[in-house]
């Protein structure tokens, strides 16, 4: 299993980034996927889920501002972040549900 995260970088507040997961050595059109994320000093908070069908659930915190996606022909998990807070100041990963292998995940830091 590997789980390359991408796409994170320096934003202003209110800005937008769109991150990128690329996964392999699982079956990733079956699987329910992830993203979490975890800010210095912080518990590990889990982000969005999408099911293999479509469904999308996220925390209340980035609802209205984050679309969760995947390509599964490709084997890739998106994150598409709307009007960036500080708040969301952390490394995200895209675990899939219930596994224990996580990737180095991509830093986003939101400040003026």
């Known amino acids: 299993v590997q789980l390359v995260e991408s796409g994170g970088g320096l934003v202003q507040p209110g800005g937008s980034l769109r991150l990128s997961c690329a996964a392999s050595g699982f079956s990733f059109t079956e699987a329910i996927m992830t993203w979490h994320r975890q800010a210095p000093g912080v518990a590990r908070e889990w982000v969005a889920t999408?099911?293999?069908?479509?469904?999308?659930f996220y925390t209340d915190s980035v609802k209205g501002r984050f679309t969760i996606s995947r390509d599964d022909d490709n084997g890739r998990l998106y994150l598409q972040m709307n009007n960036l807070k500080p708040a969301d100041t952390a490394v995200y990963s895209c675990p899939a549900a219930g596994s224990t292998t996580w990737g180095q995940g991509t830093q986003v830091t939101v400040s003026s």
């Open positions: 999408m099911f293999p069908g479509g469904a999308t």
